[in-house]
């Protein structure tokens, strides 16, 4: 079983980067597909962004294509989300996320492990 822990979260003004990293626990996180998701207060858990177990194929939602980028070091058991061009928009609770095998989806419930989130704060 994968273990999640998210980090990089902050305050930044519109405009300006962040790089967000999930740091995995377990033998077996080589083998599952990684996706970060986002959540607004009052709003559903949306899909950002979501990388293939060897890390050649990803996928973007609509709002973040362009501006962000998914990738992942199995060697270090680490995935980031670079976050360029930051929106007020953007401002969520931002969740990385497993599930062993191939299948992208980007749907919440696909996947089965979770992280505990962090805070990303874009100011206008």
């Known amino acids: 079983q994968v273990q999640l822990v998210e980090s990089g979260g902050g305050l930044v003004q519109a405009g300006g980067s962040l790089r967000l990293s999930c740091a995995a626990s377990g033998r077996t996180f080589s083998s599952t597909v990684m996706a970060w998701f986002r959540q607004a207060p009052g709003k559903e858990r949306e899909f950002v962004a979501n990388i293939s177990p060897s890390g050649v194929s990803t996928y973007y939602g609509d709002s973040v294509k362009g501006r962000f980028t998914i990738s992942r070091d199995n060697a270090k058991n680490t995935g980031n989300l670079q976050m360029n061009s930051l929106k007020p928009e953007d401002t969520a609770i931002y969740y990385c996320?497993?599930?062993?095998?191939?299948?992208?989806?980007?749907?919440?419930?696909?996947?089965?492990?979770w992280g505990q989130g962090t805070q990303v704060t874009v100011s206008s």
């Open positions: 996320a497993t599930r062993p095998g191939a299948l992208q989806r980007t749907t919440p419930a696909f996947y089965d492990t």
